[in-house]
């Protein structure tokens, strides 16, 4: 009954949108290692699907201050803004996250937030072109916002 065990469970629940079926794993995960950003930011992330805003973002901020580097834990946080309808404090978050960790980190991120809300010429623009080494996040925003405004040829 291992935490690492519980966190694989959860994080490929939700990575199949199965977020019903990650509580269980994410809630024992957090019972095992309640100072892991890890179960913190699974927990979080089972929450903010469930609409449970509230205490996701209790919980992002809780991941963040224990290790505020991994590009998931902050880019999951602002994501629960997202969900909560604030877009100004979810790009506010890309912003910061920029410029500590340098421009075109959470690139990704913050083109799906202008994609969620309806800002396609904005999520466009943050995309630019694609590079070899762009992260499929780029990639199906563009192509979001590209089939949204009516070009899906050019998705």
């Not at 079926?21 to 089972?46: F, T």
């Not at 590009?71 to 604030?86: E, F, I, M, P, Y």
């Not at 912003?95 to 690139?107: D, K």
Request: charged share 20%.
């Amino acid at each position: 009954d291992l935490a690492e065990g519980h966190l694989a469970r959860g994080f490929a629940a939700t990575m199949q949108w199965r977020s019903i079926d990650a509580m269980g794993p994410a809630q024992r995960a957090l019972e095992l290692a309640p100072n892991d950003y890890r179960a913190l930011a699974l927990m979080a992330n089972v929450l903010s699907y469930t609409s449970r805003l509230e205490q996701a973002a209790a919980l992002d901020r809780r991941a963040a201050a224990l290790n505020p580097l991994p590009q998931w834990t902050v880019s999951r946080n602002r994501w629960t803004h997202v969900l909560a309808g604030d877009r100004d404090t979810a790009l506010e978050g890309i912003a910061q996250i920029n410029r500590t960790l340098g421009p075109n980190v959470r690139a990704g991120t913050a083109t799906r937030i202008h994609v969620a809300f309806g800002e396609y010429a904005l999520a466009l623009a943050g995309a630019g072109d694609r590079k070899p080494d762009e992260s499929t996040a780029i990639t199906i925003a563009r192509a979001s916002a590209l089939q949204l405004i009516g070009e899906p040829a050019l998705a």
